[in-house]
Each structure stands twice: as structure tokens, then as C-alpha cells.
């Protein structure tokens, strides 16, 4: 048995094993052999993981000894800042929310970094690739146990650098380059939010913001003095931070580009971890949010349409990883439709199925895009389903899953956010509930349809496969982790079962317990089987048009459709034109007003008047005041007479 | 008889106002030298002047340090005078222009 003291130490290593090897892939990598760099990379990855089981019995055992309270571990490596205003320290906090997190994180990473090996093969430098790799997982983890918000803010940021890095990882291709830049742009303006929440915040628990003193401190009242208004605030800019780091309205583009990484990438970073972080950052203080109706209510409404209209960009895309980018947003949007209606524990849930079923459909893609040797565009591709079977059947079995059919892990956590939607009265308005399960449904089955799209153009009908290209199925090394996370995205969702049945909730309820409770949910279980058989038959009805238009008897149809609503169509394909709107209303203001900057202020006020100004008025003087040195001494002395005669009659005149 | 203080400080002023105007006006660096020698006799014969005027003899004793002082200084000036003229034939001072450019 662990106790609570050994796996306290565990989680300086769990942290720490990761940036040990981005180190020495960063720095020796260039020197050590291809297999020697993987194995490295991805060893480092499994033993965290493992560690991070061990520490999680730790957290188990807490909880079972019968303590009162949530169960902590908290491990304080050093005093950080330490002064009477501002007080940190670099701590790492294991609770049952961070606990979930740790394994999802490091077992996805675990199995992605194996795959990886398979899938960088014959990149030319795979050292950087595992270096970057690694520093990702250092950065997540030190988010998802920072113990306190300045902590979980530099996870933040060096899990966008890592983000970036990877983006342009294959940064001799101008477009990849330019997306990295714009993923990381976009990000700042999120986390430019996140930090004057953060610094509001310190200035009203006058210093410390440890997560386990803000609890504390908002249960006994400290919220009280915020008036309603500032806490709205500080929730408001926070969230703003999670809507560029989460991919959310109106932050999202980055994300559909960054799909220019490594698809491996895309599966652990742009799917399963990183973007979650801002549904973690709200389940992690969810006491501030739930002191914040208005808040509550825009998250939820965010999140809802954003899962409405990213699932709509997501029908006409063709290309294999820009469908999943969508739908990724899409499922983020049901996260914090979850949260935003004070379901956390099913935020949470949803978090976790979604992290097995879209890193496998991701890992999924990058299998058929290595096999197809870089093609992603599945207009050229059709009947792969005999080509790569496992690929297949793994990628099926996410597709149910993400659909929404009974047994499969989504359909337990998005029946839930629905549900709890449904049942929501406490809301801004009580009808409000209403309209996000509505448009929480509408996802559902474009969810559904999209999927199921995907799937049949891939893998079913003809084979459209140009001649030349001959699929193969991948090595083990990438058919492992798929169906590692096929079978977690198959049996992941019984793990948070509806009612008395479920393990998750029971888990989480400590952490949630009191936020829950300030939320009214009028539950209902006729209500929530009714609304059960809705979204199945909706995810089913989604799948059977699909079928119809794709591999069934009215294949000419979306050809015609497409013809017929023409302009709707191209607004679709072109994602709506957000990015022109974007374009039009941000970037070109702006950089017309640095053009401004730089032509006149840059160039003429600073450049020409400042710099060159005081140089030349300095140059001009010397020229004329040259004219006096004669080099003759008599002249110099009088000079001095002259002057000592003025001085005279100034002093004694 | 006795000379009043201004007579004293006429003779002062006079030769002090010689040894200006020759410094300031001839070019012979020689000249100058003896120029500077008058300017710091009349500062001599001040000190005196005043010393026996105030009854007390610190005056005096500066004086003397002034003279050897000027000893020195003439020593040290006619030494440059002779290296400027070997080095350009003349002793006149406008031709000591050279740092100038």
C-alpha cells in the first residue's frame, strides 16, 4: 500500500522525469541514435505514468482512511516569492480532480510518445521532435499539479510555447511557420485575460493564491466584499483566458491551423491535453465560478454555441485532420456547456472520454495519412477499410463513440452535459437551459453525421486512392496505442455510469460537492431517460444520413445539395469567413495603425527629429565652434581677458 | 619719508600691466618667459607691500617662496624654449600651431 507521505515525494518525479528528457533530447539528442532518442523520450513518459498510478493510490488511500475534508497531497519544493503582499510557493497539489487529470495526461502522452516512434521514423530530426515533446508533458503536468494559480498560469504559457514549437515544428514550410505564429498569437490575447484575472484576484485575497487557501477563503465569506460585480469580473477575464487556450468563440481559429504539426501532436496537445486546460482551470476553481451567475451562464452559452457552429464547419471539410480540428472545438464547446451549468464532475468526464476517443481518432487519422504517404484529403481515399484493419476498427469504434451510441464512452459523458443542461433552472434565465440543450443537440447530430462522413469516405465505398500510392497498414508501435485508446474509449465511459452506478463522480464529489450544490438541478430520471433516447436517436439518425449519402443509394445527393444552397455551402467551406472578418476588422486596423507607428512615429519623430537630430545639432555645433581653435596661443589669452574683464564688471560693476 | 600704499600698489599695477600686454602682444617666446617673470614681481612687490603695511612678515616669507619658484619656473621654461627651437628653428610662438590639426 502506498501511504500518503511516499507518494507525496513521487510527485516532484512525476514532474520532473519529463523535462529530464527534454534536457538531454534537447541538448545530446543530435549525438544519440534515432532509437536511442524515441526510446528516451517515450521511457521517460511511461515511468512518470507509472509513478503517477502509485501516487494516485496515495490520494485513494486518503480518501478511503475516512479524513475529513478533500483529500490533498501537497508536495512544497521552495518558497517561490515570498513578501508581505504576495506569497507563492512552488508546490504540487494531487486531489481527486488533479488525479484524473494526471492520468489522462500522462497515460495519453504515454502511448502517443510510442506511437510517435512509429510515426517520426523517418522524420530528419527526431531528437528535436521528442525534445519538444517532452517539454510539452513537463509544462502540462506542472499545470494540472500546480498548487497554486501563478503555478498553473506557468504551465499555462509553457504549454503554448510547447504548442507553438510543434506547430512550426516542420518550420521550412511557410504555412506551418505562420500557423505556429498565429496559434501562439491568439493564445496571448486569451492569456492577456487569464493574468488581469489573476492579478484581481490577488488583490482581493491580499497575496495568496494557493488553491487550497482560495477555497478556504471563498467558503468563509471572502467573496463576500467582491459585490457580485468584481467576481463577475475576475471570472469573466479568466474565462477569457480559457476561451483562447480551449479553442472557444471567439478565440478558436488557431485551432483548426494548427493542424500543420505532426499528427501525433494534434492527438496529444491540439485534442486530448492542452486545449482541456481551460475546463480544467473553471473545475479547478469552480468556487469562484459558481459565486458568478452571469459567468456561469456565458461559459455555458459559449460553449454550446461554439459546439453548434464548429460542428457546422465540420460537415464540408474535406480534409481528414481539419474535420477532426472542428469537431475537437466542437467537444470542447460541450465541456463547458458542462461546467458552465455547474455540472464540473460532467465536464470532467466528458474531458477525460473525449481525451481516449480523439486521440485515438487523431492517431487514427495520422495512421491513414502514413499510410496514404501525406495525403489528407479524403476525397482521395475510399475503401481503406481492408487496406489497415486494425486502423479501421479502432477508428470505428471512436466514431461510435464520439457520436454518441449506448456503451460507447461519449455517450455517457455528453448524455450528462445535455442532460444537466436540460435540467438547469438556477440560470441566468430558466429557459436558458433549454435553448443550450437544444443547441447542444443540434451539435449532437451534426456531430454524428460528420463522423460518420469521415468515416464512410475513408474507409468505405470505392477506393479513390490514386494509383501510385499503395496503403499499408502502420507498425506496432502505432497499432498499439490506437487500440490501447480504442479500448479506454470503448469502456471509458463506464467509469461515470449515471446514478449510484458511477465510480468518477463519487471520486470527484469532494472537490465538487459545494459548487454542485449552489447550482439547482431539478433531476429527474424519467426526464433524464427520455432525453437519453432522444440523443440516441438523434447520433443514430445522424449516422443513417451519412450512410444514405455517402455509401448508400443517394450518393449524387450532396453534390446536389451543395449546388442547390450554394451560397451557404461555400460560407461553410470557407468556415463561416471568420477569419476574413478577423482580418478585416482586427488585423488590418491594426496593422494599418502600426504601419502609422513605424512610418511616422518610427521614422520621422524617433529616427529622424530624435536620433539623427540630436546628432546632427551635436555635429553642427562642433563645425562652427572648430573656427575658434586657432592653435594660437595669444588669441587664447585674449580671450581670458576678455572674459576675466566681463567677469570683472559683472562681480564688481 | 614715507611712501604712501598707493604709490606702492601704482608700481604694482604697472608692472603687472606690462607683463600682460608683453605676453599677450610679442610673438618671441623669450620675451613672453621675461613677461611672466615681471608679472610675478609685481606680485612679489604686492605681497611685500601689503605685508609691511598689515605689520606682519607672512607676506614676506611668500614672497621668498614665489622667487624660488620663479627660479624654477625660468629654469623649466627655458629648457622648452630651447627644445621648441631645435625642433623648428625660431622661438616664435604662432608657429607652435601644430596640435591644432
Known amino acids: 500500500m502506498i501511504t500518503p507521505a511516499l507518494a507525496t515525494r513521487l510527485l516532484p518525479f512525476i514532474v520532473l522525469l519529463p523535462l529530464f528528457g527534454a534536457v538531454v533530447n534537447g541538448l545530446f539528442g543530435a549525438r544519440l541514435s534515432r532509437r536511442a532518442v524515441g526510446l528516451l523520450g517515450t521511457a521517460t513518459i511511461f515511468t512518470s505514468f507509472a509513478l503517477s498510478i502509485l501516487a494516485v493510490l496515495g490520494v485513494y488511500g486518503l480518501a478511503h482512511a475516512g479524513a475529513e475534508g478533500t483529500p490533498r497531497l501537497v508536495f512544497t519544493a521552495w518558497s517561490w516569492i515570498a513578501s508581505p503582499n504576495l506569497s507563492v510557493d512552488v508546490a504540487f497539489l494531487l486531489d481527486p480532480l488533479s488525479s484524473v487529470m494526471l492520468l489522462i495526461v500522462t497515460g495519453v502522452s504515454a502511448f502517443i510518445h510510442l506511437y510517435s516512434i512509429g510515426y517520426m521514423a523517418h522524420d530528419r530530426s527526431p531528437a528535436r521532435y521528442f525534445a519538444y515533446l517532452n517539454l510539452f508533458v513537463f509544462a502540462m503536468l506542472l499545470l494540472i499539479l500546480g498548487e497554486s494559480l501563478p503555478l498553473l498560469f506557468v504551465g499555462w504559457e509553457g504549454v503554448g510555447l510547447c504548442s507553438y514549437l510543434l506547430i512550426g515544428f516542420w518550420f521550412e514550410d511557410m504555412d506551418k511557420a505562420i500557423a505556429g505564429k498565429k496559434a501562439f498569437l491568439v493564445n496571448r490575447i486569451g492569456d492577456f485575460g487569464f493574468i488581469i484575472g489573476l492579478f484581481l484576484l490577488l488583490y482581493f485575497t491580499g497575496g495568496k493564491l494557493g488553491f487550497p487557501f482560495l477555497e478556504a477563503w471563498a467558503r468563509d465569506g471572502g467573496l463576500d466584499p467582491l459585490h457580485g460585480v468584481w467576481i463577475t469580473v475576475i471570472t469573466l477575464t479568466l474565462f477569457v483566458g480559457a476561451t483562447g487556450k480551449s479553442a472557444q468563440i471567439p478565440l478558436y481559429v488557431w485551432l483548426p491551423d494548427a493542424m500543420a504539426g505532426p499528427t501525433p501532436v494534434s492527438a496529444l496537445i491540439h485534442a486530448a491535453t492542452m486545449v482541456t486546460a481551460g475546463v480544467y482551470m473553471i473545475a479547478r476553481l469552480n468556487f469562484l465560478f459558481v459565486a458568478a451567475p452571469v459567468t456561469m451562464a456565458v461559459i455555458a452559452g459559449i460553449g454550446a454555441l461554439t459546439a453548434l457552429f464548429a460542428a457546422s464547419i465540420g460537415l464540408v471539410q474535406n480534409d481528414i485532420k481539419k474535420v477532426l480540428a472542428y469537431s475537437t472545438v466542437s467537444q470542447l464547446g460541450y465541456m463547458f456547456l458542462g461546467v458552465g451549468v455547474g455540472a464540473f464532475g460532467a465536464g470532467v468526464f466528458h474531458l477525460m472520454t473525449h481525451a481516449f476517443f480523439k486521440a485515438c481518432l487523431f492517431l487514427g487519422a495520422g495512421s491513414v495519412i502514413h499510410a496514404m504517404s501525406g495525403e489528407q484529403d479524403i476525397r482521395k481515399m475510399g475503401g481503406l477499410a481492408s487496406r489497415l484493419p486494425i486502423t479501421h476498427a479502432t477508428f470505428l469504434v471512436s466514431c461510435l463513440a464520439i457520436a454518441g451510441i449506448p456503451i460507447f464512452s461519449g455517450f455517457f459523458s455528453k448524455d450528462e452535459i445535455l442532460f444537466m443542461a436540460f435540467g438547469n433552472t438556477g440560470l441566468f434565465a430558466p429557459w436558458l437551459g433549454k435553448l443550450y440543450f437544444a443547441l447542444g443537440l443540434g451539435g449532437a447530430l451534426m456531430t454524428a453525421f460528420y463522423m460518420f462522413r469521415l468515416y464512410f469516405l475513408t474507409f468505405k465505398g470505392e477506393s479513390r486512392v490514386p494509383e501510385t500510392v499503395h496503403p499499408h497498414e502502420s507498425p506496432f508501435s502505432m497499432t498499439i496505442p490506437l487500440m490501447v485508446l480504442a479500448f479506454l474509449a470503448t469502456v471509458g465511459g463506464f467509469l461515470g455510469l449515471p446514478g449510484e452506478l458511477s465510480v468518477l463522480h463519487p471520486w470527484l464529489a469532494p472537490v465538487f460537492e459545494a459548487a454542485e450544490k449552489v447550482v439547482v438541478v431539478s433531476t429527474d430520471h424519467a426526464v433524464e431517460h427520455g432525453l437519453m433516447g432522444v440523443s440516441v436517436l438523434v447520433a443514430l439518425l445522424g449516422i443513417l444520413i451519412a450512410r444514405s449519402l455517402y455509401v448508400g443509394g443517394n450518393q449524387d445527393l450532396p453534390a446536389r445539395l451543395a449546388a442547390d444552397l450554394k451560397g451557404l455551402y461555400a460560407l461553410l467551406v470557407d468556415k463561416w469567413r471568420v477569419d476574413e472578418l478577423y482580418f478585416a476588422v482586427v488585423i488590418r486596423p491594426f496593422m494599418a495603425l502600426a504601419g502609422f507607428l513605424h512610418r511616422v512615429v518610427d521614422v520621422i519623430v524617433i529616427d529622424l527629429l530624435g536620433v539623427n537630430g540630436a546628432g546632427a545639432v551635436v555635429v553642427g555645433l562642433g563645425r562652427t565652434l572648430r573656427f575658434l581653435q586657432t592653435g594660437q596661443t595669444q588669441q587664447y589669452l585674449a580671450g581670458i581677458l576678455v572674459g576675466l574683464v566681463v567677469l570683472g564688471a559683472l562681480v564688481f560693476g | ?101
Open chain 2, 1 to 101: 619719508m614715507i611712501v604712501p600704499i598707493e604709490a606702492w600698489l601704482a608700481v604694482v599695477l604697472a608692472l603687472f600691466a606690462i607683463g600682460l600686454v608683453g605676453v599677450a602682444t610679442r610673438r618671441n617666446l623669450l620675451i613672453q618667459l621675461m613677461s611672466i617673470e615681471l608679472m610675478l614681481n609685481a606680485a612679489n612687490l604686492a605681497l611685500v607691500t601689503f605685508s609691511r603695511w598689515h605689520g606682519d612678515a607672512e607676506g614676506q616669507v611668500v614672497a621668498f617662496l614665489v622667487m624660488a619658484v620663479a627660479a624654477g619656473e625660468a629654469a623649466v621654461g627655458l629648457a622648452l624654449v630651447i627644445a621648441f627651437f631645435r625642433h623648428r628653428r625660431s622661438v616664435l610662438v604662432d608657429e607652435a600651431a601644430q596640435m591644432k590639426h
